[in-house]
């Protein structure tokens, strides 16, 4: 008997989603290719080691949304992709990561900081304005102008200094505030015209879809709705990381949530913080299931916000929905490598 792993993936790369409709411990291979529609062609495809991605305006459930699904299929254990995944950093394409590291303390901020090949996000920075570039609160705005405002007329190294010092700041208020209250303890984006964004309530819209998911897994589903009150069932991780978005640097804090036993592994990774305007909030869930006797399957979901609620982001959606599926294909492709080749650690 083979033991393979078929591994689906869901990614919403704007601002709501549901978890999916698979997640149910004694689902089957045939539930699975049912609800996704998988055709025969497909299913053989997918028998065969191909990734299938696919993304449809009937996965959208707002105008901020835009959605991807993928499957593959793994020839490992759930035992041994415990063991490769434990020194994985996120749940993002490896070629994006720049750097980051865990965080157990202020102390594991210390590398946070942008180079001088970056300097152009650092004069950024000294020109933030609201909802153009970062995402920042109303106080991190007025505090990062007073921090920076008596370096304007700095050297180009002093300035890349006092810029790391900042963004490494507001990191580490973001984290405690997360730290200390959960969803709750995310400060608002300010935006133009004294506009805010609760990017704190997109996430708990998100997580409120595992509710439908209570009876399969009642701690988990319990675990990732009321962090930071925990009963035990799951590991928690949390980093830093620096990610090259458009060709610039992009800071963002996330909250690893992992629940795993002989039957299953469930990981959530949440972006709670992201500084880049380009995206609000992130969420990746993973959940490696039962599929055929001595097989498994897994299903992944991710969330973001506010690239497409324009009329110029309406007009380009269906390339949005072409780059999606390239997006997640890539991702399941290095979950592919890794798992089936094993991974360093």
Not at 172 to 193: K, S
Not at 220 to 244: A, M, S
């Amino acid at each position: 008997m083979n033991n393979k792993i078929l591994v689906a993936a869901r990614w919403t790369l704007l601002a709501y989603t549901c978890f999916g409709t698979f997640a149910h411990a004694q689902v089957t291979g045939v539930e699975v290719a049912e609800g996704l529609g998988l055709t025969d062609d497909e299913i053989e495809r997918m028998e065969s080691g191909e990734v299938l991605a696919f993304s449809d305006s009937a996965y959208e459930n707002t105008n901020r949304e835009l959605a991807a699904d993928a499957i593959i299929l793994i020839d490992k254990t759930v035992e041994e992709i415990l063991a490769e995944l434990n020194d994985e950093t996120t749940l993002l394409p490896k070629k994006v990561e720049l750097g980051g590291g865990r965080i157990t303390g202020e102390a594991d901020f210390a590398a946070v900081g942008y180079d001088d090949s970056e300097f152009e996000a650092v004069e950024a920075l000294f020109s933030a304005k609201p909802g153009k570039d970062f995402n920042l609160s109303e106080s991190e705005y007025t505090k990062l102008k007073t921090k920076l405002d008596v370096h304007r007329k700095s050297d180009r190294a002093s300035k890349i200094s006092v810029a790391s010092d900042a963004m490494r700041d507001i990191l580490v208020e973001r984290y405690n505030r997360y730290q200390a209250a959960g969803l709750d303890g995310i400060d608002v984006f300010h935006r133009p015209r004294s506009k805010q964004l609760d990017t704190g309530d997109e996430l708990r819209v998100i997580t409120a879809a595992f509710q439908a998911f209570s009876d399969d897994f009642p701690e988990y589903v319990d675990e990732i709705q009321n962090y930071p009150t925990q009963n035990g069932c799951c590991e928690h991780e949390f980093r830093w990381l620096k990610l090259k978005v458009r060709k610039q640097p992009v800071f963002v804090l996330t909250h690893k949530i992992q629940q795993a036993n002989a039957d299953l592994i469930l990981i959530t990774e949440r972006f709670f913080y992201v500084n880049s305007a380009d995206v609000n909030t992130a969420q990746i869930t993973l959940a490696w299931l039962p599929y055929e006797e001595g097989t498994y399957m897994g299903v992944a979901v991710s969330a973001s916000a506010d690239v497409l609620d324009s009329t110029m982001g309406r007009m380009l959606r269906p390339l949005g929905r072409n780059k999606a599926k390239d997006f997640v294909s890539e991702v399941m492709e290095e979950i592919q490598t890794d798992l089936e080749n094993g991974v360093e650690n």
